[in-house]
Nanobody, 122 residues
Framework: AAQVVESGGGSVQAGGSLRLSCIAY????????MAWFRQAPGKEREFVSA???????TEEDFAKGRFTISKDNTRHILYLQMNDLKPEDTAMYYC????????????????WGEGTQVTVLS
């Protein structure tokens, strides 16, 4: 059964916005950090942003000022509000749960969704 499920991707013109959502189901240990990663075609997976249960946020430089991560701890839903999108933001976006927020490589995260595609048109 699916444990972590993303939604909210799509195609948008440059400068537009999207909000991604990620639901962590009951059997996922979301007590720890939840995070967003992305992977563009031909590139390695990269860290986007993460939030711990205290609300402390870590984020990559490209996300600062444009992307906002938030979490509903009661319902185990993670969000990523993305504004002023650029063509270079085009990627598959993945939600990860159960890891450590300092782990920008993602290796500590035990639960991953299948991803939601974000395409930004120039």
């Amino acid at each position: 059964a699916a444990q972590v499920v993303e939604s909210g991707g799509g195609s948008v013109q440059a400068g537009g916005s999207l909000r991604l959502s990620c639901i962590a189901y009951d059997n996922v240990d979301s007590r720890y950090c939840m995070a967003w990663f992305r992977q563009a075609p031909g590139k390695e997976r990269e860290f986007v942003s993460a939030i711990d249960t205290d609300g402390e946020i870590t984020e990559e430089d490209f996300a600062k000022g444009r992307f906002t991560i938030s979490k509903d701890n009661t319902r185990h839903i993670l969000y990523l509000q993305m504004n002023d999108l650029k063509p270079e933001d085009t990627a598959m976006y993945y939600c990860a749960a159960g890891g450590y927020c300092y782990d920008s490589g993602g290796f500590s995260f035990g639960h991953w969704g299948e991803g939601t595609q974000v395409t930004v048109l120039s």
